[in-house]
């Protein structure tokens, strides 16, 4: 009985969140303020984002201020953008420096920090390394991929092969039991989900890609697919690992049945970057 509850509450809160993605979607396009619209989600996704990581990852204050400088850098971005309409090539520049100025900063911090917590310096390691590669790099593309023509499009339909994934996931590993892909990170992922996860992912995103990538062919809409899915599990593996070494169930507690924002955007992150460098080598 409990389980049917909180898998009740799950679909309810998963019904509502998509129901308001495309409520809001839909008002973007009627009222032609596409971009500056996505640009402010991704603003709200960064903060509540950073909010929730510095959270879960430290208790000590200066650490807290030193790992939000680090994620927020995307935000500024945003708003940078959200005023300037700026050519592709010098968005290009703009975000291999934050880039190459976030792993400098990165890798002076992992120093600075654990030079006196020895006994902490590969936790602090894993979670930069979460935080930059799980979290950072697709909050940056996500703000990159808004401000492309099409960009609506692009994100409902990333949206739309994660969903599938996560769906399929979720009710074929609770059909078929099987060996966990991942026992210490999260042991509720089985190898039948995984592959259930692929398959319903790769149906939806070859069937909608030709709607959306125009100038896709077969093989691309393929391609894509299976590493947009593959990306989403492994962010989602990320997401699990950060709160199994922190001890923690859920990144927030803003959805019911599902709680933090990142246990509901861990598995459209680091799709995003896959997403982006497919856009921009089309």
């Known amino acids: 009985m409990e389980i049917s509850a909180n898998l009740k509450k799950r679909i309810f809160t998963a019904v509502i969140l998509k129901i308001i993605v495309l409520l809001i979607g839909y008002f973007l396009l009627v009222t032609g303020l596409v971009t500056k619209g996505l640009l402010v989600v991704c603003a709200l996704l960064t903060l509540v984002s950073c909010f929730e990581f510095v959270n879960i990852v430290s208790a000590n204050f200066i650490r807290k201020i030193t790992y939000a400088l680090l994620l927020l850098s995307p935000l500024f971005f945003t708003i940078y953008l959200f005023w300037e309409n700026l050519p592709f090539e010098k968005t290009l520049k703009i975000n291999l420096s934050i880039l190459l100025l976030t792993l400098v900063c990165t890798s002076l911090l992992a120093i600075l920090i654990g030079k006196d917590e020895k006994d902490q310096s590969k936790q602090i390691s894993i979670d930069l390394f979460i935080g930059i590669v799980g979290i950072f790099l697709g909050l940056l593309s996500l703000i990159n991929i808004a401000t492309f023509d099409r ?62 990538f125009h100038s896709f062919n077969l093989k691309n809409s393929f391609l894509l697919s299976i590493l947009i899915i593959l990306a989403s599990q492994i962010g989602d593996l990320l997401i699990s690992l950060l709160k199994r070494i922190h001890d923690k169930k859920d990144t927030g507690k803003i959805f019911p049945g599902h709680g933090g924002l990142l246990d509901r955007i861990d598995g459209i992150l680091l799709p995003a970057v896959v997403l982006y460098i497919f856009l921009i080598n089309i």
């Open 151 to 212: 960009a609506l499009f692009y994100l409902l339909w990333l949206i739309l092969v994660v969903s599938f994934n996560d769906s399929g996931a979720y009710f074929i590993g609770k059909a078929f039991s099987g060996g966990a892909i991942a026992k210490y990170i999260s042991p509720n992922k089985t190898l039948h989900g995984s592959l259930g996860g692929f398959l319903m992912g790769i149906i939806i995103g070859v069937a909608t890609s030709p709607l959306v």
